[in-house]
């Protein structure tokens, strides 16, 4: 299991979930020196407030937590997830069931998440006991995706170009048995040209990536992710804010590998395949210009209005 899940064999702070309409019952359960300061502390179980309660020893005694109601519109589920940057280091577990025990576990294991690639970060050090009936094993895998996607996109362009997501496609792929099969130059250039011209300018040269796993006799499920590690905009270059993030341009091919590891971790009876266009939308003397027209996969002719526009022409290939 994920290193933040425990199955409770040590001692637990109780974290207690309220709402406005919850209160007065979940205190009424607590003891009477509890109540008193929880009272005298003026709690309102508002959406996102805490409390820490005090034992007679000066220790933790337990945390109250604030949510919406279960009947409230927009109600956020996710809402546990805030627990992470207020507790002290520790260990916890659920003394009451919050809307979903489920997602708010996995909201505390996700808010625990950090990117340490580049700097030491010091670890939060909370662990939390497994709610009954959920499955610490299966929530791990999703946060195993989430966390491969996560690390991608945190990742800046110079250490994530088109190589890089290929090698990070080919290390998932050979975690779970998969096939990979990459397409560059020359026949990238004649199978799928638009991708070949939006990536035409960088010197790192674009590629097609393509996973597929599975029993052929399963149904299938095709995944597709924009992987522009990095758009300048091209020649219809962005300013200098809206290049400012443009590292994530990859996140969608890294969303499909996230969602990738998770379906075959689970080993779903799909057949699978993920399909990522890798680029980098680059200027140079051989970029793609306005007005310039490629003829696609499909055959079809496409006039260039803005180099800006990369992510539709990638994609078009790639469907």
């Given at each position: 299991?994920?290193?933040?899940?425990?199955?409770?064999?040590?001692?637990?702070?109780?974290?207690?979930?309220?709402?406005?309409?919850?209160?007065?019952?979940?205190?009424?359960?607590?003891?009477?020196?509890?109540?008193?300061?929880?009272?005298?502390?003026?709690?309102?179980?508002?959406?996102?407030?805490?409390?820490?309660?005090?034992?007679?020893?000066?220790?933790?005694?337990?945390?109250?937590?604030?949510?919406?109601?279960?009947?409230?519109?927009?109600?956020?589920?996710?809402?546990?997830?805030?627990?992470?940057?207020?507790?002290?280091?520790?260990?916890?577990?659920?003394?009451?069931?919050?809307?979903?025990?489920?997602?708010?576990?996995?909201?505390?294991?996700?808010?625990?998440?950090?990117?340490?690639?580049?700097?030491?970060?010091?670890?939060?050090?909370?662990?939390?006991?497994?709610?009954?009936?959920?499955?610490?094993?299966?929530?791990?895998?999703?946060?195993?995706?989430?966390?491969?996607?996560?690390?991608?996109?945190?990742?800046?362009?110079?250490?994530?170009?088109?190589?890089?997501?290929?090698?990070?496609?080919?290390?998932?792929?050979?975690?779970?048995?998969?096939?990979?099969?990459?397409?560059?130059?020359?026949?990238?250039?004649?199978?799928?040209?638009?991708?070949?011209?939006?990536?035409?300018?960088?010197?790192?040269?674009?590629?097609?990536?393509?996973?597929?796993?599975?029993?052929?006799?399963?149904?299938?499920?095709?995944?597709?992710?924009?992987?522009?590690?990095?758009?300048?905009?091209?020649?219809?270059?962005?300013?200098?804010?809206g290049m400012l993030n443009m590292k994530?341009?990859?996140?969608?091919?890294?969303t499909a590998l996230g969602l990738a590891?998770?379906?075959?971790?689970?080993?779903?009876?799909?057949?699978?395949?993920?399909?990522?266009?890798?680029?980098?939308?680059?200027?140079?003397?051989?970029?793609?210009?306005?007005?310039?027209?490629?003829?696609?996969?499909?055959?079809?002719?496409?006039?260039?209005?803005?180099?800006?526009?990369?992510?539709?022409?990638?994609?078009?290939?790639?469907?």
């Amino acid at each position: 299991m994920h290193p933040i899940f425990t199955t409770g064999a040590e001692p637990a702070v109780p974290i207690l979930f309220v709402t406005t309409a919850t209160f007065d019952q979940v205190i009424a359960n607590v003891d009477d020196r509890e109540r008193t300061f929880v009272h005298a502390a003026g709690f309102e179980p508002k959406p996102g407030r805490f409390l820490f309660v005090p034992a007679a020893d000066g220790k933790l005694a337990g945390v109250l937590f604030g949510l919406e109601n279960a009947d409230a519109p927009g109600t956020d589920l996710f809402r546990p997830g805030q627990l992470v940057s207020l507790l002290p280091p520790g260990t916890y577990r659920f003394a009451n069931t919050p809307h979903d025990a489920r997602l708010a576990a996995l909201a505390i294991a996700l808010g625990d998440y950090q990117f340490t690639r580049y700097r030491k970060t010091q670890p939060r050090n909370l662990k939390l006991v497994v709610p009954d009936g959920v499955d610490g094993d299966d929530l791990t895998r999703i946060i195993e995706g989430v966390t491969l996607a996560r690390d991608l996109i945190n990742t800046p362009a110079n250490d994530m170009g088109p190589v890089e997501l290929e090698q990070a496609a080919r290390t998932l792929a050979k975690r779970f048995g998969a096939n990979v099969e990459v397409t560059t130059g020359e026949p990238l250039a004649r199978h799928f040209p638009l991708v070949a011209a939006v990536g035409a300018g960088s010197a790192r040269a674009p590629r097609l990536i393509d996973i597929t796993w599975g029993n052929e006799a399963h149904p299938k499920i095709t995944l597709v992710g924009k992987g522009v590690c990095f758009d300048t905009g091209g020649l219809d270059i962005k300013n200098d804010a809206g290049m400012l993030n443009m590292k994530k341009d990859m996140a969608g091919g890294a969303t499909a590998l996230g969602l990738a590891h998770m379906i075959m971790a689970r080993k779903l009876k799909v057949r699978l395949r993920v399909i990522i266009p890798a680029v980098e939308n680059s200027i140079s003397g051989t970029s793609f210009r306005p007005r310039d027209i490629f003829r696609s996969r499909k055959g079809i002719t496409v006039e260039i209005g803005n180099t800006d526009a990369e992510g539709r022409l990638i994609l078009a290939d790639a469907l």
